[in-house]
């Protein structure tokens, strides 16, 4: 296999002198935005790190090519394609900046919104304190419109259109320019609501439209609606963003040699886990909400399968928040009922859990006098205090840096940090607590690491699995930082380290297929249902997803159509999806499908009705998922270890604080690019590398696998 630099530096002209084929994978985070590279001819891979630009994430995205492209001596003409992770959609909701969205529903449900649902965060002991978050449109800014479907799609009462056009040109006057459209049974016939967005384009025509038949074709008004208009709030950034950045990648490409000119094929990632064209992801921007953290995971799953570990979670660590997920053989774990700040959305989505415990989360003091860190970040801008930028409180960037766990810079020496800054701050809040400076700094990573093992046992224990069997793969720029403590908490298999963690996200962006999903409610009976019918709804569905498919350039024999179905028992609330198999619906297919929902259902919590025939089994949404695979990048291997290893790799040594009763220990400094594979060594060490620091606590090995994959395991350790 060709060797392949991991690291920044050098540059390589192409002997035929002819264009080459480059790819690149691009994730904005909120510190750094993470690139990488790879040669489709050679597999030659080049990553890199630029800060981000949260004034205009464009800016950042654009430094971000530039760079890795002069790394690789290649042009703009170079590139084949760029897939990109953004959190353009994810912070507009984080925020809570959704501003000028109105709401038109159906005539009597204009407080749908309001009602929402009962379920109270963590549980009624908690209900007495709990105030319902706001609604993402008010009151006052909700019209109705006449005309009722019924749920199975007849027309009960045809729709008002004079109504409808005095709401369209009540929205005009009041200059409100984002729209959500959710019609009752829409799910089941759209004719209202197609005429309904009609009536909006002539009457007020520079409105921003999104209806729910196209944004999620379930039943649930709820939730339905709130995925609508989540959907139409995140829909111009969205737009605006993906049409500066096209802009600015023409700049990149000459014409070619007929004089005309080549635009980049440029690719968003959704958070099902694939990629779609920024053509098309502006018409279903909610799809990128999880864009970063779903690729990551891929990336990371990947990676783990690659070195042979099967059950992993995964833990991005970044400069505001940390996110966690599951993977299981090669597959990170999907849900539809996932969030995103205070707003469900209902769309297919790698099951991600986000907390607030990234390198730039503030560390401060309750009103009780309690240490407390994050969820409140001092993000890039203006960063920790050792940024020196203009920040005022210390955070967990400043505790890592003052204890000795990280170096005093960041990528390579290219950002220097102010220890001194970082302490006076640590130091002033220890003495404000009444604690030491080392048990300060040392409780504010304990504290992350909890809010950490809490996200990670959201993913695992509380969906019944033992975290015992699982690896942690760590990845971000802070993700490893405090992984051996992690293992301790959480009694972990161990950990694995992928090379440049910092930039795995970029790297699964490379790796990810295109994909479009599509579902449709069919409530019924399993002793019920028409078999006919069913048929033509996945066929119909296919036809979506082939459709898409072609748009996107995919020919007809590389499309790939994966189905499932979300069952349950008669008088559940919620349904487990299972999937389909091949072939066509008749009496073995759907005996098929109630075998492998009995086996979920005890998987997913220890029992089921299997036999009880007065327990029946109801279908509930048909899906299907359109593939257009890619050619994913090798995960390249590294040469073996020559030489001892410490004259080798071993850099230097400095002080640094693992534990704040046992205070400084002389701790020796690896520099990961000169570690082979089979080395091993013990901690306490430090490993350094371009994007990213990994502290080896004492009582921790660590070993090097074929792929560059630090494992670390507790020693004696016999999993």
Request: hydrophobic residues 35%.
């Amino acid at each position: 296999m060709t060797e392949v630099s991991r690291t920044e530096g050098g540059q390589r002209s192409d002997p035929q002198g002819g264009r080459r084929r480059i790819r690149i994978g691009i994730d904005t985070g909120g510190t750094f935005t993470d690139v990488v590279a790879v040669d489709e001819e050679t597999g030659e891979q080049r990553t890199t790190k630029t800060p981000s630009t949260p004034s205009n994430p464009a800016d950042g995205f654009i430094n971000g090519i530039e760079k890795i492209l002069g790394l690789m001596g290649a042009t703009g003409d170079d590139i084949t394609a760029v897939s990109h992770g953004t959190t353009v959609a994810t912070n507009k909701l984080l925020e809570g900046k959704v501003e000028q969205l109105g709401f038109i529903t159906t005539e009597g449900y204009e407080f749908m919104l309001e009602i929402a649902r009962q379920s109270v965060p963590d549980g009624y002991g908690n209900s007495y304190f709990w105030v319902k978050p706001e609604r993402i449109v008010p009151a006052d800014r909700v019209r109705t419109v006449g005309g009722r479907m019924d749920f199975m799609g007849n027309e009960v009462r045809p729709f008002d259109e004079e109504q409808a056009r005095a709401v369209a040109r009540w929205f005009k006057d009041l200059g409100i320019t984002t729209l959500g459209v959710c019609l009752l049974h829409s799910y089941a016939n759209d004719a209202h609501e197609l005429r309904m967005r009609d009536i909006l384009r002539e009457e007020h025509p520079e409105a921003v439209v999104s209806i729910s038949s196209e944004v999620l074709r379930e039943y649930r008004e709820y939730e339905r609606s709130m995925t609508t208009l989540v959907d139409a709030a995140v829909k111009p950034n969205v737009s605006r963003y993906v049409a500066n950045i096209h802009e600015r990648l023409a700049d990149f490409v000459g014409t070619e040699a007929d004089g005309s000119s080549r635009s980049i094929p440029f690719y968003v990632m959704k958070s099902n886990g694939g990629v779609l064209s920024a053509d098309e992801v502006v018409h279903q921007p909610i799809t990128t909400v999880l864009s970063g953290p779903a690729a990551g995971a891929l990336g990371a799953a990947l990676i783990a399968q690659k070195a042979g570990f099967p059950k992993v979670l995964t833990c991005d660590g970044g400069g505001t928040s940390t996110d966690v997920s599951v993977v299981l053989d090669g597959q990170p774990t999907l849900t539809t009922e996932g969030s995103v700040g205070a707003y469900p959305s209902k769309i297919p989505m790698i099951d991600v859990v986000t907390v607030g415990a990234g390198g730039g989360s503030i560390a401060w003091i309750s009103p009780e006098g309690s240490l407390k860190v994050g969820p409140q970040s001092a993000g890039a801008d203006p960063g920790p205090l050792c940024y020196a930028k203009g920040g005022t409180e210390p955070t967990i960037t400043d505790a890592h840096v003052t204890l000795g766990r990280i170096p005093p810079h960041l990528l390579g020496g290219e950002i220097p940090l102010d220890v001194e800054a970082a302490r006076r701050g640590i130091e002033t809040l220890a003495e404000r607590l009444g604690l030491d400076f080392e048990r300060c700094a040392t409780g504010i990573l304990e504290i992350s690491a909890w809010n950490q093992a809490n996200a990670l046992r959201q993913v695992s224990v509380k969906r019944g699995l033992d975290v015992r069997d699982f690896m942690l793969t760590t990845f971000g720029g802070s993700g490893s930082l405090l992984a051996c403590r992690l293992v301790d908490i959480l009694d972990l298999a161990g950990v694995v380290v992928p090379p440049n963690p910092g930039n795995v996200s970029a790297f699964g962006l490379l790796t990810v297929d295109v994909k479009n999903d599509y579902v449709q409610t069919h409530v019924s009976r399993e002793s019920a249902l028409d078999h006919a019918a069913v048929q033509a709804i996945i066929d119909s569905l296919t036809d979506k997803a082939r459709t898409a498919l072609e748009k996107e350039g995919f020919p007809a024999e590389q499309h790939q159509f994966a189905r499932t179905i979300d069952v349950r028992y008669v008088g559940q609330a919620f349904e487990v999806r299972v999937p389909a198999p091949d072939g066509p619906v008749d009496e073995q297919f759907v005996a098929t499908i109630a075998d492998r929902f009995h086996a979920e259902h005890r998987q997913l919590y220890g029992y089921d009705f299997r036999g009880d025939k007065d327990q029946h089994v109801e279908w509930v949404n048909l899906r299907v998922t359109g593939v257009g695979p890619i050619t994913r990048p090798e995960v390249m291997t590294l040469p073996a270890a020559e030489g001892h290893l410490r004259e080798r790799s071993v850099t230097g040594e400095r002080e640094v604080c693992f534990e704040a009763a046992d205070g400084y220990v002389t701790t020796p400094v690896y520099a990961r690019e000169r570690l082979g594979a089979g080395d091993t060594f013990e901690g306490p060490a430090i490993v350094e590398e371009f994007g990213s620091t990994i502290p080896v606590h004492p009582g921790f090995v660590v070993r090097v696998d074929d792929y560059g994959n630090l494992v670390i395991t507790k020693e004696g350790a016999q999993r």
